[in-house]
Structure formats: C-alpha cells, structure tokens
C-alpha cells in the first residue's frame, strides 16, 4: 500500500523479489524437470494492467510478471525437445472469507461500482480460467495473460 512518496527502497526489493525475482529462479531451476509439453500459469493482477493509488511496487511488479511470460515465452521456443507454455492470469479482487469485511465496507461497495457487471471475482472463477490455461485448449495461447475482472479493466 505505497505510493512514490512513502515507498522505501526495502519495501520496493521484497516485493519486485517476492512477485518476480522468485518466479524466474525458480522456473530456471525447475525447467530440466519439465515434461515435455507442460503449461505454467503466472498469477499476476488487474493492477499489472491498470493503475491503482497506492501500488507503485505491487502494480509494476505484476507488469513485469506480465512481460516476463511474454519474454519466457520467446525463450522457450529455443528448447527444442520440449513444449513449454507459459501464460499470465490477472484476476481483479478475489472475493473469499478472509477479505469480506473489506468488500462489505465502503471501501469495498466502491470498488464494486467500478466493476461494469457488479461482480468480484470468485475462487470458482479463477480456478476454471486457471483450468483452462493448463489444458490443451489453451495450447495457442503463448505468453499471454488473461485478465479476469468481470469488465474492470475495460472502463
């Protein structure tokens, strides 16, 4: 919950290492133990894809998820013996038990007239998108990221 005037040089490290740093060392360390077709699913966040007050390093943090699939996804393509797909899911708020006194609040009845279809975004929902992402359906889509927010990223 920063901005550019309280962000500290710690806070900005842990989360670039928690959000991206670990995503990259540990897809390196893991890739000699892939099968030889495998789909990987970054969770990154609607906040990658617009801008929200007080998320200068969460919000870039998850743009940069959303450009390392795009990057890992042109790397892979030099692994000739596997098929290695990778793709970003950008939910907006996750509705679940922890977070609905926040979503009742005010803060949260906000938030939700924002949201062209009056909806947050459920475990189900994200559980399918992430389904598919790992299926073989999916299997055209490289180095995307599917954005699920009930229409909050298109007003």
């Not at 279809?117 to 992402?133: G, H």
């Amino acid at each position: 919950m920063n901005d550019i005037f309280s962000i500290s040089s710690e806070e900005w490290e842990n989360t670039y290492n928690v959000n991206l740093k670990s995503a990259v060392f540990i897809l390196k360390e893991l890739l000699n133990y892939m099968s030889n077709t495998t789909s990987i699913v970054l969770v990154a966040s609607q906040n990658g894809v617009v801008a929200h007050e007080n998320r200068i390093d969460y919000g870039t943090s998850k743009s940069a998820l959303i450009q390392l699939a795009k990057n890992l996804s042109v790397d892979f393509t030099h692994i000739k013996n596997k098929d290695i797909r990778i793709n970003c899911l950008s939910p907006s708020s996750i509705e679940n038990k922890n977070n609905q006194p926040y979503l009742k609040s005010a803060a949260g009845k906000k938030l939700l007239q924002k949201i062209p279809y009056r909806k947050f975004v459920t475990l189900n929902d994200t559980s399918n998108a992430i389904s598919f992402l790992l299926s073989s359906k999916s299997k055209a889509m490289r180095g995307q990221n599917l954005i699920l927010d009930y229409g909050y990223t298109i007003v």
